[in-house]
């Protein structure tokens, strides 16, 4: 059992990473431009590679991974029982969102990763963010709950009556893409208007106010009046989606993560928490709001919980051993 | 197996109701006011004495029954593992809604009646709606689907991934209490303004335009310009919260009941189905909308659905008995 190795790859819309694990904790993590050119395989085959060379870096012999866990940026579609990815930031075919170098439709990731793995499990970064965080963040033992990033874009996780939710395409958790107001044109990616993301997330600002997030948020902890009207009006609509998740779901507790909570969540939590708990006490009292256990290593944990055998995720939770993981450009 | 009797009972704000029903179908359904009034017991005592009339009428002997479903309005609290029903429109406590005469704040609904029954299972509305309709109804074979009611008030029950939603209080499915506009002063029972069932509900159409909802609908398909648009404007709403659903939890299906969907779904469709699918096709492509299949049987259905047996159901499938069910008044 000591001698297994598994592995682990992150999908995002700008980067690829790989990580390679043993029993007692991620050995090397490796990272690399998402391609966008090329065949239609040229992603998943890219990860492969990426994968491989973190393997040969990690004095692990390629052949040894059988079992890989991989966390991906979504939409998802299903064909035949097999993911593929449709996401409008990397396949060039009907994307509106960006000038992309590729016609791809369908990425068939699934397809071509199974080509090389046994046992491979594929969920969308919400949904792995999310078992990373009840396995080893701030949602141990939560079985009505969601994991939240609030970065560039706005992605959940779901989980109900203990069981993580994926629906028809494994697309639960798209919820970054409820509307939420009517008269908002604040624009989102995805061509909605007024939705979660296009309010507030860390892109959706920046394209709104002409600098970036970053700055925003900065400039509104300084007390910059403008910023910080901007700034709790987000917080407000933040609120509001985590109350309507409450309503639909009957949830407990929120673990928030991603660059902008991360960096201003101690601020910004009084904002969502009064929004949230202003609505229907029935559902809302006790509702509990907190930073993602994990912080910035729930990228590096989320794929590599959808494999790891409980033996292991119980000897993590005491060592935490994702601290000393090493990193490498690909 | 032939002998065995159970029983079922709907718990709605205005109206009780109980039914027994043998192996061959529902053989006789009682209703009776809902209680408002006396000890913090009346109402499960009340439903207990209206389940042995309704044994009684039926020939069948009150001890025999030991299995019985519960349907009932939310939300519900949990206190020990036991649910409680804290409806405002029936606990006077704290309630804004109505002048109630009674100070009840949580009806022990689960303690009272396991003092009786040895096996019983107790959900909301919506859940057990959607029991029905997945048994017997449109939503047959559907894992990733929701039962939506366009009534008096709007309530959901969510299935994910061939599970029925749950959660922590019992109160997954409260949806009608999203928050849609932020404009809007359209004002719910619960307090909120602009929520689904603010903007929607029958008897919030009906409180904001000074008429009955069923005569705006009815105007409306007339060609009424006014109830027209007050009524599209509704259509709206409503496939916007469907979107939302659709986003949020992948779902494939919805089926629709209440009386205002079943007296005028036809022509509403088409408005529902517009806003629903304007949104995010990589989720909403395909996703079907129509009427529940069990039409105002499904009320009748959906308490008796928890805790029927897989071989009745079976047959219940091809003899739809609940068509030749007997009515009377309690």
């Known amino acids: ?110 397809s071509v990763l199974r080509e090389r793995f046994d046992n491979l499990v594929i969920e969308n970064d919400g949904v792995a963010a999310l078992a990373a965080e009840r396995s ?38 798209h919820a970054g893409h409820m509307l939420l107001s009517e008269t908002s044109d604040a624009l989102c990616g995805c061509g909605n208007r007024g939705d979660l993301e296009a309010l507030v997330s860390g892109r959706n600002l920046g394209n709104r106010y002409g600098q970036s997030a970053a700055a925003i948020f900065d400039t509104a902890r300084k007390g910059d009046p403008h910023a910080l009207a901007v700034t ?33 969540g101690e601020w910004l939590l009084p904002i969502v928490q009064e929004e949230l708990l202003s609505h229907l006490p ?13 912080g910035t290593h729930v990228g590096d944990l989320a794929a590599l919980s959808l494999v790891l055998s409980s033996e292991w995720a119980t000897a993590w939770r005491s060592s935490a051993p994702w601290h000393k993981t090493a990193l490498a450009a690909g």
Chains 1, 2 share one sequence.
Request: proline letters at 5%; a negative charge.
């Open 282 to 294: 029935a559902l809302t009292k006790g509702v509990r709001v907190c930073t993602a256990g994990l």
């Open 1 to 110: 059992m000591d001698r297994l190795t598994i592995g682990a790859i992150d999908i995002g819309g700008t980067k690829l990473a790989a990580t390679v694990a043993r029993a007692d904790g991620p050995v090397l993590r490796m990272s690399a431009p998402t391609p966008k050119s090329g065949s239609i395989r040229a992603l998943p085959e890219r990860a492969i590679a990426l994968l491989d060379e973190t393997c040969k870096r990690s004095g692990v012999d390629p052949a040894e991974i059988r079992t890989v866990g991989v966390s991906s940026c979504g939409p998802f579609s299903t064909d035949d029982g097999l993911i593929g990815l449709v996401s409008p930031n990397i396949c060039g075919a009907g994307s509106d969102v960006a000038d992309l170098p590729n016609d791809w439709d369908v990425i068939p990731l699934e």
């Open 136 to 173: 080893f963040g701030a949602l141990q033992g939560e079985n009505n709950c969601a994991y939240v990033t609030w970065s560039t874009g706005i992605g959940f996780g779901l989980c109900v009556d203990g069981r993580i939710l994926r629906g028809k395409n494994g697309n639960a958790g």
């Open 232 to 264: 709790t009006e987000a917080a407000r609509w933040f609120g509001r989606a985590l109350y309507n998740l409450t309503a639909t779901l009957d949830l407990a507790a929120f673990a928030v993560g991603g660059s902008v909570w991360l960096n201003h």
